[in-house]
Each structure stands twice: as C-alpha cells, then as structure tokens.
Nanobody
Framework: VQLQASGGGLVQAGASLRLSCAAS??????IGWFRQAPGKEREFISA????????RYATSMKGRFTISRDYAKRTVYLQMNNLKAEDTAIYYC?????????????????WGQGTLVTVSS
C-alpha cells in the first residue's frame, strides 16, 4: 500500500490547515503523522489505530492538532489550528508496523513523500 500526504501550503500564523494521508488501498494498520523542520530530526506528532481508536499525541502537540480517520475514504486527517512559525516543516504520514504503534520512527514504514507546511509570522 502507498501513502500520500497532501494539504500543505503557505499560511499566516494563527491559520488552520487540514492535512490528508490517503492510502492506495484498504488497510488494517494504524497511521502516524510526523514532521521534519529544516535542520532538525523527524518528530512524532500523532497516531491513530486502524479502527479510528487508540489515538495518541506527542505532548507538545496536544491541543492544537487533531487526528481523525475516514475508513471508507482510506484517509487519515491531521487538523492543525493556530499555526505558528515553528510548525513550518515537511509533514509525513506512515503506517504502523504493529498494532501497538508507537512514537518512534522505526515503528513505522511505508512513508509517504510528505507535504510542506510553511507558516509565516
């Protein structure tokens, strides 16, 4: 299965964006969102189980980011509100290697190409 992230763009600080992660076929694994800012390591944002449950967030992402899943559309969303300049990054989605999921890079595979989010201050 292939994953494709989309929905990024250039926005001003305080704006909202909704990113989408579309799967090329029906899946039974969970999906995670990560981001990588220029010069920084890729970091975990949020993950959701295959049924839409088992949601987790990175502590620093709670409150402004919301993950959701539309199983019929084979799509996972990341709603991002009140965006800040420090949210500028390439955002990636990936599939969990196991039901347990996690917040580490090695726990995911089938990384999509990513979508760029640029927040101007």
């Amino acid at each position: 299965v292939q994953l494709q992230a989309s929905g990024g763009g250039l926005v001003q600080a305080g704006a909202s964006l909704r990113l989408s992660c579309a799967a090329s076929e029906r899946t039974s694994f969970g999906i995670g969102w990560f981001r990588q800012a220029p010069g920084k390591e890729r970091e975990f944002i949020s993950a959701i189980g295959w049924s839409g449950g088992s949601i987790r967030y990175a502590t620093s992402m709670k409150g402004r980011f919301t993950i959701s899943r539309d199983y019929a559309k084979r799509t996972v969303y990341l709603q991002m509100n009140n965006l800040k300049a420090e949210d500028t990054a390439i955002y990636y989605c990936a599939a969990m290697k196991s039901v347990a999921g996690g917040d580490r890079l090695h726990q995911y595979y089938n990384w999509g190409q990513g979508t760029l989010v640029t927040v101007s201050s």
